[in-house]
């Protein structure tokens, strides 16, 4: 990490926020905010320190050429960073120590500090001027870039990037298995309703086909006692003419041992 004394004129850094982790991005377009963004090492978000003979420093974007600037030169709290032509003393900073490892940049023409805006941890947010309270949001790591600090940064942010997509992605995958689910539910639910007239048809098919045989079985077992008694008055006096004709002989048999 860069400190005051070691920036490097013909260098170019990255200004990561403490706070927020992301980084300082100039403009495209001249009189734009100075924002803070997601951490790619594109050339916006580079800054070239240029020494004053105050010992502080212009910072110029190489990708635009325009300097760390706050809108019409002011001064008043809140008044946002942006970027502009070389040409003014509310481009001067001093970059000091704000803790181990960051450091502050302080607007020679205002005595004011670079912050974000409305303390944002959001991408896309101004940065700003403000008193200087301490806070993390005024604090900066400076890495030179490229150097393996600024690969670390700017991959730290794509895993986060990553990470958070893949926990959005799964929080819809199994937002959709429960509408999967409840549509299951649903469908299963109506099919057991739909089969309910069906059942209640089938038990009373049943029913009716259950005392069809009854009743063909009792007009069959009526039949066959009919049969059986029909049968029954053909075959008796057949029977009794046999019986008696068995008693006839009967007796002539016992006449003739009385004659011997």
Not at 151 to 163: R, W
Request: proline letters at 5%; aromatic letters at 6%.
């Amino acid at each position: 990490m860069a400190g005051k004394n070691t920036l490097k004129p013909n260098s170019v850094y990255l200004f990561v926020n403490r706070r927020t982790s992301l980084v300082l991005q100039a403009p495209v377009e001249r009189g734009a905010a100075v924002t803070q963004e997601k951490p790619e090492g594109n050339k916006l978000q580079l800054w070239t320190p240029i020494p004053c003979e105050d010992g502080s420093f212009r910072f110029m974007n190489p990708a635009t050429a325009f300097m760390l600037d706050t809108v019409y030169s002011g001064t008043a709290a809140g008044t946002w960073a942006n970027a502009w032509d070389e040409n003014s003393e509310s481009q001067l900073w001093r970059v000091e120590v704000a803790a181990r490892g960051y450091r502050k940049f302080t607007q020679v023409h205002s005595g004011k500090v670079l912050d974000i805006a409305f303390m944002s941890m959001n991408p896309g947010v101004p940065a700003q001027i403000w008193e200087d309270v301490g806070g993390e949001n005024q604090q900066w790591k400076i890495l030179e870039y490229p150097s393996p600090e600024a690969a670390a940064c700017i991959a730290g942010a794509g895993l986060k990037a990553a990470a958070k997509k893949a926990a959005a992605h799964s929080g819809k995958v199994l937002d959709n298995a429960e509408d999967v689910l409840s549509d299951v539910a649903g469908l299963a639910a109506e099919a057991a309703n739909n089969m309910k007239p069906v059942v209640k048809k089938a038990k009373r098919a049943a029913k009716k086909t259950v005392r069809n045989v009854a009743a063909k079985a009792d007009e069959a077992a009526k039949e066959i006692k009919k049969n059986v008694k029909k049968t029954a008055k053909a075959v008796s006096p057949e029977a009794v003419e046999a019986r008696e004709r068995a008693a006839e002989a009967a007796e002539e048999f016992i006449d003739s041992l009385k004659e011997d």
